[in-house]
């Protein structure tokens, strides 16, 4: 694992940007994408670039059952925000929410995965150490599944939403075994409350308890944290 240490999530974008330079040059297509605020930075920077995406494929790693993609909180609409608008992909794959079918949509994604294999996956950081929706206990060998979310997540979210009903209860999240697949893992985090989990990830044991410590048998992860992610490490 070559863990970068950056003064913020800005000098964290721009170093980002170099790795995405760095694999294009050496023929990467397929892309792993990640939603949530730890990525914002990186997706201004590939944005503001004039990296080519149009003969590229990005798979994004998760999305909430139940959302259309013009839902303002599904994670299609945040990547629709924060990078297709702005950089067209050849195609851009995101878990289908309004699927109810959960054993079609899976295993439709493990299909796009397949046929797409992931030259770079993005990844961001739980703070309990999960990585896409595979909360602690996740099998490492996961395919795409359904997950019930959390009730401390539900409850969280519902200041989005006007009805209680409408807030969504499951996720489809690629599996563990998906993310581990891809060529080149790029997990990036950022700030005190990611520290534990960056120790925890980088220096404790393997574990299913930290789904991310499973990084440490991929053999090309490169994390990007600034000072106060990186405090608790040796
Ligand atoms: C998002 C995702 C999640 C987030 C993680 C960190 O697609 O899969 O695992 O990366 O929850 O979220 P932020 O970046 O908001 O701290």
Redesign the pocket.
């Known amino acids: 694992m070559k863990v970068i240490i950056v003064k913020d999530q800005n000098e964290g974008g721009k170093e980002a940007l170099k790795l995405y330079e760095n694999e294009m040059q050496n023929g990467a297509k397929v892309f792993g994408l990640?939603?949530?605020?730890?990525?914002i930075t990186t997706y201004e920077e590939l944005v503001a670039s004039d990296l080519d995406f149009s003969d590229c494929v990005s798979v994004?790693?998760?999305e909430y059952v139940g959302l259309t993609p013009d839902n303002d909180q599904s994670?299609h609409y945040f990547m629709n925000e924060h990078l297709f608008k702005y950089k067209k992909f050849k195609h851009s794959y995101v878990p289908d929410g309004t699927n109810m079918d959960a054993a079609a949509e899976t295993a439709r994604y493990d299909k796009i995965i397949e046929k797409n294999p992931i030259d770079l996956q993005l990844?961001?950081?739980?703070r309990n150490g999960?990585?896409?929706?595979n909360e602690p206990g996740t099998p490492f060998d996961s395919t795409t599944h359904k997950i019930k979310l959390t009730q401390s997540t539900i409850d969280a979210n519902s200041r989005f939403f006007n009805r209680e009903e409408d807030v969504p209860k499951e996720a489809y999240?690629m599996g563990i075994g998906s993310i581990m697949t891809a060529k080149h893992i790029l997990l990036e985090?950022y700030g005190d409350k990611?520290a534990e989990a960056i120790q925890k990830m980088v220096q404790g044991p393997v574990t299913t308890d930290v789904p991310a410590s499973v990084l440490q048998n991929h053999p090309n992860v490169t994390v990007i944290i600034d000072e106060a992610a990186a405090a608790l490490l040796d």
């Open positions: 990640a939603t949530g605020s730890t990525p994004n790693l998760d994670y990844l961001g950081l739980g999960h990585i896409g929706f999240s985090a990611k």
